[in-house]
């Protein structure tokens, strides 16, 4: 299973300090003109990009300036910051291989 996405694994960017993501592109595997970007990273360099999140019932929702605030100061600094935890925000997107290839 792992080298079957390997395989399908159209790009990456790894971590690092001054980024404070990482990234991974990988084809769709049902649709060969799909590509699902995946990002993970530091909460103030994620989150701040994002459109949606999903709720406490796995729907998609609205993610506007005031949750975004929400979430980076009131949950991620001032609570999870107090207890010694550094929190990772999680993203993904997905695009046409069209668009995809655009971005190179």
Known sequence: ????????????????????????????EDNADSVRIYIKGAPEVIIPKCHEQFDMHGERAGFDEYEKHNVLVEIMQKKMTLLAMRPIAFSYVEMSIHEFNELK
Request: hydrophobic residues 50%; charged residues 15%; positive net charge.
């Open 1 to 28: 299973m792992i080298q079957a996405k390997e395989t399908r694994m159209l790009g990456q960017i790894p971590f690092n300090t001054i980024n404070k993501f990482s990234m991974v592109a990988i084809a769709h």
